[in-house]
């Protein structure tokens, strides 16, 4: 039987999520007949393609009848090739790696790079200067600073803080390790600051865990993609970084580089007290041998 790691688009509270194309096959493969597996394989191999083909182009190229791959459609629960196109296109654009495309396709790097600089730019064309001196000084008053990953969030979060830390004291991850996000804002209120990363395919509940920082006070620096903004309500300031990608994987490339846009801004917000802590953990570096000796 085939398999795939495509996910079922999430769904609303309180409903079953509808499974994916991928899942479909899945759980009837052993069910259909040559022909149509003969399809479903060419299917499952080109995910990312799907939502361009139309049905005679999926039986050429499958090498089989058109009839049979209306057939399976209907199988798999869709009226048409129509309808499987719009599926296509809703999984993508919710987040899911809508499979592999065929071998070489990874080789275009001129239009990753194309894609890439267009998700940069507009990035940063969203990133007034008002809005990043408001998300700066956020960062350099907080009390402490929070710095939010979940899921395909975490590693920003994570370079974020690591960045933010270089330049002041009280600068966090969470959730740590075993814990919630309960402990972790217990003590928190109007004096601190929380940068929440929300890219899609976030956790349920993620609305709730924005609105629960910003009810304690805290002002809330929230950053994501498009599909986030329906949040943006309950911050102090929300920033926009897409992440589209020509590949079945979304690209965080943007999002990195807003982290260092950010973190240098609190660098130079306050560079005498940023001096003084990089110059007292590079102290520590040498006298714990943490960093091995740069080269000229």
Known sequence: MRTTDVAAPSAPSGRSAPLSIGQRIDRSYGELSPQEQRAADFILDHLSDLAVYSGTELAQRSGVSKATVSRLFRRLGFENAQEVREHARSLRSSGVPVGGGPAGASADLSAHL??????????LDALTPERLEQAVNLLVRGRT???VGLRNSYSVAVHLREQLAQGRDGVLLAPQPGQ????????RDARDTAVVFGFRRRPAGFGRLVAGIAARGVSVVLI?????????EFASVWLECPIDSV???DSYASAM???NVLASGALAAR???????IAAINTLYDSLGELEP???
């Open 114 to 123: 194309v894609r890439e600089v267009e998700n940069l730019r507009r990035c």
């Open 145 to 147: 600073v929070t710095v």
């Open 180 to 187: 919630t996000l309960g402990e972790e804002f217990a003590g």
């Open 224 to 232: 994501g993609d498009p599909s986030a903004r329906r949040y943006a």
């Open 247 to 249: 590949s079945p994987l």
């Open 257 to 259: 580089s807003l982290a």
């Open 271 to 277: 560079p005498r007290e940023a001096r003084t802590r």
């Open 294 to 296: 740069s080269t000229p």
